[in-house]
């Protein structure tokens, strides 16, 4: 899919590159911002530096970052993390001291994709995201995000199996700390794991209007490193 010199619509909160009436989000999860801006400034990060010149960045600030659960659901949805809870894997509700599960911030923040009944989407690896229910276009969660959990969700339901038919296994993020070798090996996988992150959306993202794609392996990156 090209980029071309479209009018972009540019957002508080997420990278949205138009074509025509598509458009591209990429969400890099936890990535360093310094650093990607400095590797894509000196040219080590080509590809970035093209989707930033033809598309629209910005950096979150605020007092939401203050954690990262949450933080996601927020930029997905518009809602505060004040209005979902999710500023914790199972934080209090408010004004009691009952545990709200994760899969509560679905009704009061769901996703803005949700809401784009008239095209056809693709999501994969939308961190923090869960399956649309009747949504135009294939989604794909858990493949790739961090942390690795232990099945992968999708929509269509056989969507998961036959990916990996296609295109191969998942590759799990390991985090633990560990020795140079072991760190070595799992810089190799989780690069391996991008390859094929990529080779996933583009299979996904043939006959659709837009499509958000996610990759965990920033975030995993940094813990193991």
Known sequence: MSLDQEPYQRTSRAIIYAVRVKFLLVALDSADPDLLLQWSADGTLPTLATLRSRGAHVRLTGAETVSAHGVWTSIWSGVSLSRHGRYLSRPLRAGSYDLVTADAARDTAPPFWSELTGQTIAILDAPDAWPVPGLRGPQLLGWGSHPSPAVARSEPKGLAADIEQRLGPRVASDETQGTRTLDRRVLDELLERVRRQG????????????AVIGFGDTHAAGHRF
């Open 199 to 210: 080779r996933v959306a583009r299979h996904l993202l043939e006959g659709c209007d837009g």
